[in-house]
């Protein structure tokens, strides 16, 4: 059930007479040159992007591409970010330019200025921006003659000269700047005198027009390490965003303030569900009682899930001595992502980054027979891998995480069925907890770039299909990805569509053949013969932090009963009725439900909308009357009362737990925020 990322418009092949330029040849093709379709760049036979001004030596086959397409959103922005980088420098001349690269649904600038950014100046820089939008300067691609050239005209952007220096050492995904064959600049041109107003080092390409951008707008700033180094200089970073069409620009800054409302770090400070110390230090949660309690929560209901299914729990160790990582290829291909060892008695040890080594050692500690495969073991394992703290998010980024991993140890013949089984797990996960859109992203190996893989054809071959057949029998959609699979094996990683639109990757799984090999990982066959396993990595629930920091927005806070960390808020109308709420709250408790009696001075109103604000599902008030009658007036989130005897509902609280009910949740609900 292989599927596609829809493409913004259909491209066609145009053929480029040598010696004329493509905005000439897309004008005689009658394609269009304004609007959300207009054809902004084209896209050559070598996959590369290239100016409407370029000229081809000889006749050329070219793609148009829309403004409204990837690669073309992709133009817009970069070139969004030149205007705003003129802005700023036509406002405050001391900055000096950083990088300016397209990122997801928008752009940013880094700008070493003398003191930060204010909410009015990015008002007067955007007001600048959208002059310079509608003067329609030319952008225009020049080619520095020599390194000599670049670093005269730049000598006065200490940042841009750094950046020369490094051409061909930097991550072209972040530097727009160098990385091409050529060192080329962009000149912002005057498009009725013809003079340069500003220029830039980037290696391009750009939109003919600055007035052919749309909308844009500027949505906030930061302070930014340089190149992401926290030992270099710290600069002002300003983000923003544009679109094709002014509605398409309204519908994502409505999105954005949807976004900011279900904010896990907001909701998670208000909810007191975590905490960060300077002291423990950063990208390491604390997690306080009420997110412990959602941690739990799902960590139960995984083991109930993997004990059925026929999971063992075990328990490894939080470091290992250097060998293990030696033999798992971490180390020293992945010495980046570790930290730094512990010398133990002349020994090196490390924070484990993963947990698949300890497993493999804790099958390898028995031997095993046919009959005892699949061997699944599990572990909510912590680990640790190093992150910029510059990258660090709330709980979306940290140092240190739980995983719900796994590791399944089968024969080649199960691991089909086996990986199948792994790929339902994740469907019944996300059903239950009203996660409707997701899809799989199948990670293969470039056969154009095999020295980044192990070298054995027909593992390849085998481990492909076995996964794609897992995947196809699934009918769950999925999308291919060439080139972003392991060094070991094509990964399968579980995108989770939040509710805001938002994207990203919840668990990565794993038909691996590779490393059983390297660990000696092996079973006796029914005719005496010793085989290797294969090992399926699997995480449905990815880790704790990021999971829950999912489901904090993607429910707003706002979480169904059987997650929530107060299930049930019991409010006396009067101190004298203290005694009958703690009955009902020693009812509730006995069923198994977690209840809290209101015992602060106010008054019911307000005892009321606290309980709301806190986003506790079931509201029960109890005056004079329930007292007599032995029952609750019970508030639901959608703010019906309903008055019914206290065993009517502490069955029906019982029942909305055991059947993880979604009722009254706030991935259903639009005013869940409030």
């Known amino acids: 059930m292989s599927a596609s990322r829809p493409a913004a418009a259909a491209e066609r092949v145009l053929a480029i007479p040598a010696g004329t330029t493509c905005a000439e040849a897309v004008a005689a093709a009658g394609l269009p040159m304004t609007g959300p379709d207009a054809i902004v760049v084209v896209r050559g036979q070598d996959g590369a992007l290239r100016d409407l001004s370029w000229i081809p030596d000889a006749d050329a086959q070219v793609e148009p591409v829309p403004m409204s397409s990837p690669a073309g959103l992709t ?14 420098q036509d406002l405050h001349a001391e900055a000096k330019l950083g990088i300016g690269p397209p990122i997801e ?26 002059e310079i939008i509608k003067s329609g300067q030319k952008f225009r691609r ?106 398409a620009l309204r519908d994502y800054l409505r999105m954005l303030a949807e976004a900011a409302k279900r904010d896990h770090r907001r909701i998670g400070e208000d909810l007191d569900l975590f905490a960060f110390s300077k002291e423990v230090g950063r990208g390491l949660p604390l997690w306080l009682p009420n997110g412990t309690i959602v941690r739990d929560e799902l960590e139960e209901w995984a083991r109930q899930t993997e004990r059925r299914l026929g ?80 990258q660090l998010h709330g709980l979306m980024r940290t140092r240190g995480f739980t995983q719900n991993d796994a590791h399944i140890y089968c024969t080649y013949d199960q691991a089909k069925d086996q990986f199948l089984e792994v790929m339902r797990m994740h469907d019944d996960y996300y059903r239950a907890l009203g996660i409707a859109g997701f899809y799989m992203v199948l990670a293969l190996r470039d056969p154009a770039n095999k020295d980044k893989y192990h070298d054995d054809a027909q593992m390849w071959e085998t481990s492909e299909r076995i996964t794609r057949e897992a995947m196809e029998e699934s009918r769950i959609p999925y999308v291919e990805e060439l080139g972003g699979a392991a060094h070991y094996g094509p990964k399968v990683d579980f995108v989770i569509r939040a509710v805001t639109g938002k994207e990203f990757a919840a668990s ?49 806070g706002a979480f169904p009963v059987w997650l929530a960390p107060e299930q049930i808020r019991i409010i006396p109308v009067v101190d004298e009725l203290l005694g009958y709420a703690e009955e009902v709250r020693a009812a509730l408790v006995d069923a198994g439900l977690r209840a809290d009696v209101d015992t ?34 019970v508030r639901y989130r959608s703010g019906e009362e309903i008055p019914m005897p206290l065993t009517e509902f502490v069955e029906q609280g019982a029942e909305l737990v055991a059947t993880k009910s979604l009722a009254g949740a706030g991935h259903l609900r639009p005013d869940a925020e409030a």
């Open 75 to 88: 133009v817009l922005r970069h070139s969004a970010a030149h205007v705003l980088a003129q802005a700023v």
């Open 600 to 633: 602060s001075d106010g008054r019911l109103p307000g005892k009321v909308r606290s309980a709301v604000t806190r986003k506790i599902p079931l509201i029960a008030v109890v005056g004079k009357r329930e007292a007599e009658q032995r029952s609750v007036t």
């Open 508 to 556: 990565t799984n794993q038909v691996d053949f590779y490393t059983p090999q390297r660990f000696g990982l092996t079973y006796h066959d029914s005719d005496g013969t010793e085989k290797p396993v294969a090992v399926i990595h699997r995480a449905p629930l990815g880790s704790h932090e990021r999971f829950v920091a999912h489901l904090t927005e993607h429910y707003a």
């Open 142 to 247: 020049r080619v520095f003659p020599s390194l000599d050239a670049a670093r005269a005209e730049l000598a006065g952007e200490p940042y841009k000269l750094e950046l020369v220096g490094l051409k061909g050492e930097v991550d072209p995904g972040e530097v727009m700047e160098v990385g091409g064959r050529e060192l080329t600049i962009y000149d912002n041109v005057d498009s009725r005198t013809g003079e340069v107003r500003w220029s830039d080092l980037c290696r391009g390409p750009h939109l003919p027009s600055t007035r052919l951008i749309p909308a844009v707008k500027l949505t906030r700033n930061a302070a930014a390490y340089w190149r992401g180094n926290e030992k270099n200089p710290q600069l002002q970073r300003i983000y923003g965003t544009a679109w094709p069409t002014r509605d």
């Open 311 to 390: 999971y063992q729990r075990v328990a490894t160790p939080h470091i290992a001595q250097q060998d293990l990582y030696y033999l798992s290829g971490h180390l020293p291909y992945y010495t980046d992502d570790l930290y730094s060892p512990i010398d133990i008695e002349g020994e090196k040890y490390y924070l484990r980054p993963m947990n698949c080594p300890h497993h493999h050692m804790v099958y390898k500690a028995r031997p095993h027979s046919y009959r005892d495969l699949p061997y699944k073991l599990a572990e909510h394992g912590t680990v640790y891998r190093f992150e910029r703290s510059g």
């Open 105 to 130: 649904d928008g752009f940013y600038y880094d700008f070493d200025v003398p003191r930060p950014f204010q909410s009015e100046d990015l008002e007067r820089i955007e007001g600048r921006m959208r």
